[in-house]
């Protein structure tokens, strides 16, 4: 499951489970995530998850800046369009977002052990 955590001063205040499907964020009630900060536009940015070609199972995330005045960051770089993934760090005006995969294997190690014979 992907979540779109939104964090304020290192807190989380909100979450949204990711479905596959568009996913838009902007100041204006026609979105899917509606923010009241004067540094975001009416329609700022949308997110698209789309199932990955080779594993179905897994959804790719792509951001697009929608011609908002102020831009749409990632990790502190500002995007026109960009494929995302886990531990991302998204801002929106004054907001800032993070993407969650929990089915990521970011940060995960399997080791063997293989016995000497």
């Known amino acids: 499951m992907i979540k779109l955590k939104h964090i ?3 807190v989380v205040v909100n979450e949204f ?3 596959e499907g568009s996913f ?3 100041r204006s009630q026609s979105n899917s995530l509606q923010l009241d900060d004067a540094m975001v536009s009416g329609e700022h940015a949308v997110l698209r998850f789309v199932p990955n070609e080779y594993m ?4 790719d ?3 697009r800046d929608l011609g908002s005045t102020n831009g749409t ?3 502190n770089t500002s995007v026109q369009e960009l494929k995302i993934k886990h531990g991302d760090t998204i801002r929106i005006g004054n907001n800032e977002f993070r993407l969650f995969d929990e ?8 080791e063997f052990y293989v016995p000497e014979e």
């Open 24 to 26: 838009t964020i902007g």
């Open 17 to 19: 489970d990711m479905v």
């Open 73 to 75: 960051f990632v990790n």
């Open 61 to 63: 995330v792509t951001i």
């Open 103 to 110: 089915g990521s294997a970011v940060g995960t190690q399997t």
């Open 56 to 59: 179905p199972e897994m959804l």
């Open 8 to 10: 304020i001063n290192d």
